[in-house]
Structures are given as structure tokens and as C-alpha cells.
């Protein structure tokens, strides 16, 4: 919430099914306006709609005082950007937030909106979120370049008020999505997410017939059930029975909804086949794939879910993953400490507290945002 210019008149916020963005709409609403009229949150989902404009009730409900329209899922509403384009040319005195699907290309495939919307991913929970949530302590972030350059007195002075390793592995199985603050199953909860993504966000989105869904399906089990996946794309195609086409763009819709990772060798494309693809958070292996989790596929997602966030990873042979082009980063096992490694690489290795020279905790990197 602190990173978004509010003054502007038009902010769009973006995230995954689940991920908590009307909880997110209505804080920024009760926190700025309190019980004040002058804010209003709607549900674009509401029969309403169905014969009424979102120019003509905004119209209506700056002319009786408001002066913040809080729109949720504009995206089930047909021709959302373009209504949304005249309230920001006509009502210079409203300000309009709204929420849509990570799906949603808000800039790329909407040239109405393209020069005028303020657009914002909401991301779910970091470790250091997951944190204070569970223990009412409060810890700061840090970026990156803070991490390799100060890990040592960055993790004594997180370690002197809990140990992080006790909530680790609670983390990787259901602390990134906001589901636990219910009464509810998490695992049955994420699962009904999961598929309301293909259901609607995905086949709704892209017009994905509902008939080729169980493809979608299939090719999201295949790659989270051998998830860290090589791709074979003509494989794949096989087993899905569809074109190679049709598999990259299903592999970019998923990764689009935020269920998968697809890492690249160099500059990554759509026409590119990807090196290797990844569940986008450990929560999903749970959810996917049957059997125990390993470990280490675990810790790779993790990292690659963290960090991945803010920066841009890609594919090296020399390391697990290499860091906006500069950095090679191996995620290591503690029992493999004395393993020799390529000169210039760094370790982020599991079940340490503390760090020595080119070896950071694995969970320090949980606390970049």
C-alpha cells in the first residue's frame, strides 16, 4: 500500500485469484475514508451492470459527493477500459481504483488505458509477511544488494527476536496466500482457486473454449507434478493432444495467472522455448503435486517465487539461477557446506540461522519485500 502513488486518478491493482485484492481494496478504503460516503466500493460482478453503465453511476455518484470509486473485477464487465478512458478524460474530480486478474494485459493489450493508468501487481505474502503475521513482531525489508553485502548482522538482529527456521517449512506449505486467517481447509481452498484460474480467469480471459480445459489442466499437473519441467514441447503437444502453438500459449496463460515460472536461457519470448519452467510458489507443489515434496525442489521454488518478485532471473549452467545477469546463485542442502562451488557463485542454503562469506540463509531471502 506504501508504494502506490495515490494521487493519481487511476490506479489499476493486479493479482492472482485468492491472493486477497478486495480485502486489499476495502483497507485502502476504510483506512483513507473511514465510514465517509465520499468512497465506494462495488462488485462490477453485480446483476446491476447488466443495464447499467459504469460511466453513468460514476457520473451519478460524483454529482452526489464521491470522489473515489473503488471498482472490483472490471474485467466481468465488456467494455471495462473503455468506459474506465472516458471517466478519466470527463470526471477530473473522481478518482477510480480497480482490481482485475494477473491475466489482465492492463498496458499491453489495452490502448485505450495504456498512457493514463498507474498499474500495480499485489503480491502474496512474503516470508517477513508471514512473519509478523504469525508472531505480531514487526521486521524490515531489504533489498538485494543489502542481503550479499550485510547478511551477517542482517540475520543476527531478525534471529535475536525469533527463530525464522521454526516457521519456515509452515511457510513453503500455506504462507503465501491469506487462506490461513480462515476457519477453512487451506489446501481445499487453494484448490478451489487453482481451478476457478482455468475456469474463468484463464478460459474467460483468453476465450479458451470450455471444452479444451481439461488440456489446460493436463499440461498444468504434467509440469507441477515433474516440476522443476524441461520442456518438449512436441511431447507436450502429444500428450495434450494439441498444437506446439497452443502449448506455448497455454504456458504463457498459466504463467500469466501466476501458477507457474518459466526461466529462460538470455532474453526470454513467447516463441522461445523456456529452459525450465517452475510452480510459481512452494504452496502449489502441495496442492499438485501427490506424494512428499522434495526438499530441494521446494527451496528452488521458494528462492525463485522471493526473489523472482522484483528481479529478473534467468537460466545459467553454471548455478541453479543467475540474478539480474550478474549474480549465479546455488541453492544448497546445510549438509553440503564443504561441496566445492564455481568461484563468483553464492549459496543460499536451508537450515542455517546464520551465514558465513558467499553463504546467506535461505530464508533471508524471504524478506525482500
Given at each position: 500500500?506504501?508504494?502506490?502513488?495515490?494521487?493519481?486518478?487511476?490506479?489499476?491493482?493486479?493479482?492472482?485469484?485468492?491472493?486477497?485484492?478486495?480485502?486489499?481494496?476495502?483497507?485502502?478504503?476504510?483506512?483513507?475514508?473511514?465510514?465517509?460516503?465520499?468512497?465506494?466500493?462495488?462488485?462490477?460482478?453485480?446483476?446491476?451492470?447488466?443495464?447499467?453503465?459504469?460511466?453513468?453511476?460514476?457520473?451519478?455518484?460524483?454529482?452526489?459527493?464521491?470522489?473515489?470509486?473503488?471498482?472490483?473485477?472490471?474485467?466481468?464487465?465488456?467494455?471495462?477500459?473503455?468506459?474506465?478512458?472516458?471517466?478519466?478524460?470527463?470526471?477530473?474530480?473522481?478518482?477510480?481504483?480497480?482490481?482485475?486478474?494477473?491475466?489482465?494485459?492492463?498496458?499491453?493489450?489495452?490502448?485505450?488505458?495504456?498512457?493514463?493508468?498507474?498499474?500495480?501487481?499485489?503480491?502474496?505474502?512474503?516470508?517477513?509477511?508471514?512473519?509478523?503475521?504469525?508472531?505480531?513482531?514487526?521486521f524490515d525489508s531489504y533489498s538485494l544488494e543489502e542481503i550479499l553485502k550485510d547478511h551477517e548482522s542482517?540475520?543476527?538482529?531478525?534471529?535475536?527476536?525469533?527463530?525464522?527456521?521454526?516457521?519456515?517449512?509452515?511457510?513453503?506449505?500455506?504462507?503465501?496466500?491469506?487462506?490461513?486467517?480462515?476457519?477453512?481447509?487451506?489446501?481445499?481452498?487453494?484448490?478451489?482457486?487453482?481451478?476457478?484460474?482455468?475456469?474463468?480467469?484463464?478460459?474467460?480471459?483468453?476465450?479458451?473454449?470450455?471444452?479444451?480445459?481439461?488440456?489446460?489442466?493436463?499440461?498444468?499437473?504434467?509440469?507441477?507434478?515433474?516440476?522443476?519441467?524441461?520442456?518438449?514441447?512436441?511431447?507436450?503437444?502429444?500428450?495434450?493432444?494439441?498444437?506446439?502453438?497452443?502449448?506455448?500459449?497455454?504456458?504463457?496463460?498459466?504463467?500469466?495467472?501466476?501458477?507457474?515460472?518459466?526461466?529462460?536461457?538470455?532474453?526470454?519470448?513467447?516463441?522461445?522455448?523456456?529452459?525450465?519452467?517452475?510452480?510459481?510458489?512452494?504452496?502449489?507443489?502441495?496442492?499438485?503435486?501427490?506424494?512428499?515434496?522434495?526438499?530441494?525442489?521446494?527451496?528452488?521454488?521458494?528462492?525463485?517465487?522471493?526473489?523472482?518478485?522484483?528481479?529478473?532471473?534467468?537460466?545459467?549452467?553454471?548455478?541453479?539461477?543467475?540474478?539480474?545477469?550478474?549474480?549465479?546463485?546455488?541453492?544448497?542442502?546445510?549438509?553440503?557446506?564443504?561441496?566445492?562451488?564455481?568461484?563468483?557463485?553464492?549459496?543460499?542454503?536451508?537450515?542455517?540461522?546464520?551465514?558465513?562469506?558467499?553463504?546467506?540463509?535461505?530464508?533471508?531471502?524471504?524478506?525482500?519485500?
Open positions: 500500500m506504501d508504494q502506490i502513488d495515490w494521487s493519481h486518478r487511476l490506479i489499476g491493482i493486479k493479482g492472482t485469484r485468492g491472493i486477497g485484492k478486495t480485502d486489499f481494496l476495502l483497507d485502502f478504503a476504510k483506512k483513507t475514508y473511514g465510514t465517509d460516503k465520499a468512497c465506494l466500493y462495488v462488485n462490477l460482478n453485480h446483476l446491476y451492470f447488466t443495464q447499467n453503465t459504469i460511466i453513468s453511476f460514476a457520473d451519478q455518484f460524483r454529482k452526489t459527493g464521491g470522489k473515489t470509486l473503488v471498482l472490483d473485477q472490471v474485467y466481468k464487465y465488456p467494455s471495462w477500459s473503455e468506459e474506465l478512458k472516458y471517466c478519466y478524460d470527463n470526471f477530473k474530480d473522481l478518482q477510480i481504483v480497480f482490481s482485475g486478474s494477473t491475466v489482465m494485459r492492463l498496458r499491453e493489450e489495452n490502448p485505450h488505458l495504456k498512457e493514463i493508468v498507474h498499474s500495480y501487481k499485489l503480491e502474496g505474502f512474503s516470508f517477513r509477511e508471514f512473519l509478523e503475521l504469525k508472531t505480531g513482531l514487526s542482517i540475520a543476527k538482529n531478525i534471529v535475536d527476536k525469533v527463530r525464522p527456521l521454526a516457521y519456515f517449512d509452515d511457510y513453503l506449505h500455506y504462507g503465501y496466500y491469506p487462506f490461513f486467517f480462515g476457519n477453512g481447509h487451506y489446501a481445499e481452498n487453494l484448490m478451489k482457486s487453482l481451478n476457478l484460474i482455468l475456469e474463468i480467469d484463464i478460459s474467460f480471459l483468453r476465450q479458451i473454449e470450455l471444452k479444451y480445459l481439461p488440456r489446460l489442466r493436463k499440461l498444468l499437473y504434467k509440469v507441477g507434478a515433474e516440476s522443476p519441467f524441461q520442456p518438449n514441447v512436441s511431447k507436450l503437444s502429444a500428450h495434450i493432444n494439441t498444437s506446439r502453438a497452443t502449448v506455448m500459449n497455454y504456458l504463457y496463460y498459466l504463467r500469466q495467472a501466476r501458477l507457474i515460472k518459466l526461466l529462460y536461457e538470455g532474453e526470454e519470448s513467447m516463441q522461445k522455448k523456456p529452459s525450465l519452467i517452475y510452480l510459481h510458489n512452494p504452496n502449489l507443489i502441495y496442492s499438485i503435486k501427490s506424494g512428499e515434496a522434495q526438499k530441494d525442489i521446494l527451496h528452488k521454488t521458494f528462492f525463485y517465487n522471493q526473489v523472482g518478485s522484483i528481479h529478473e532471473l534467468t537460466y545459467t549452467k553454471e548455478a541453479d539461477f543467475k540474478v539480474d545477469d550478474k549474480h549465479n546463485f546455488l541453492i544448497c542442502d546445510h549438509s553440503n557446506l564443504k561441496k566445492n562451488i564455481k568461484a563468483g557463485s553464492i549459496r543460499a542454503t536451508d537450515m542455517i540461522e546464520l551465514g558465513s562469506k558467499g553463504n546467506i540463509p535461505l530464508w533471508l531471502f524471504g524478506f525482500l519485500y
